[in-house]
Nanobody, 127 residues
Framework: QVQLVESGGGSVQAGGSLRLSCTAS????????IGWFRQAPGKEREFVAG????????DYADSVKGRFTISRVNAANTVYLQMNNLKPEDTAVYYCASRADTFVNSVHSHPGDQDYWGQGTQVTVSS
C-alpha cells in the first residue's frame, strides 16, 4: 500500500509561484511513476504532470508546459511540482497519484490508470 499526502497549496496572485509536495509512505514509492492531477469545480480531473520512477522521464499537459516543473527525490519519498507564472485558470484542487506497478519508465496521464491518490491541496490564483 502507498499513502500520499500533498502540501504546499495556497492562494496567490496571477504571475506568482507555488511549490507543491507529495510525500509518500510505502516501500514501492521510489519505484513507481507519480503524477499530478487537478480538478476545478464542475470539471473533470485532468493530468498536469508526471514523472517516471527514475526521474528522467517526465510529461506535461500542454497548458502548463514551460511554467510547471515536476521532480522527485526518492530518498525523501517526495515528488515536487514547481508552479511558476500561475494563471487564474490554474485554480483547482491538485492531487498526486501513483501506480502500483514498479520500474516502468513511462508516465501514465489518465486518471483512471492510477492506483493510489492523495487527499488533494487547494490552489487558488486570483487575477
Amino acid at each position: 500500500q502507498v499513502q500520499l499526502v500533498e502540501s504546499g497549496g495556497g492562494s496567490v496572485q496571477a504571475g506568482g509561484s507555488l511549490r507543491l509536495s507529495c510525500t509518500a509512505s510505502g516501500r514501492t514509492f521510489s519505484r513507481s511513476a507519480i503524477g499530478w492531477f487537478r480538478q476545478a469545480p464542475g470539471k473533470e480531473r485532468e493530468f498536469v504532470a508526471g514523472v517516471a520512477w527514475g526521474g528522467r522521464v517526465t510529461d506535461y499537459a500542454d497548458s502548463v508546459k514551460g511554467r510547471f516543473t515536476i521532480s522527485r527525490v526518492n530518498a525523501a519519498n517526495t515528488v515536487y511540482l514547481q508552479m511558476n507564472n500561475l494563471k487564474p485558470e490554474d485554480t483547482a484542487v491538485y492531487y498526486c497519484a501513483s501506480r502500483a506497478d514498479t520500474f516502468v519508465n513511462s508516465v501514465h496521464s489518465h486518471p483512471g490508470d492510477q492506483d493510489y491518490w492523495g487527499q488533494g491541496t487547494q490552489v487558488t490564483v486570483s487575477s
